[in-house]
């Protein structure tokens, strides 16, 4: 069962250490759920930036997409194509 965290950064995205199998239908889920809401705050969690960062080489970038939730801004097309891609590859 996947927790909802509360506060201005909910996600039904689970948290990888606490025996959750994480894949990209894991993904592809989450971003399916909150679609409806700008990108950046889909991927606006701790844990789905942990799980980009070791998978797929997007390591380097995570810091990016970081940046990204930090500020607020929207993510550059390039890197929100590769995620969606990555998703549905599941």
């Known amino acids: 069962m996947v927790a909802l965290m509360q506060g201005s950064l909910s996600s039904t995205f689970p948290i990888e250490n ?3 199998l994480v894949t990209m239908r894991t993904l ?5 759920r909150t679609k409806s809401i700008p990108f950046v705050k889909c991927i606006a969690y701790f844990h789905l930036l942990l799980f980009l960062a070791m998978s797929h080489g997007l390591g380097s970038d995570v810091l990016a997409l970081a940046t990204c939730v930090s500020t607020e801004t929207a993510v550059p097309e390039g890197y ?9 590859t599941s």
Do not use: W
């Open 28 to 32: 592809k889920n989450h971003l399916d």
């Open 18 to 20: 606490q025996n959750n």
């Open 80 to 88: 929100q194509l590769l995620i969606e891609s990555m998703a549905n």
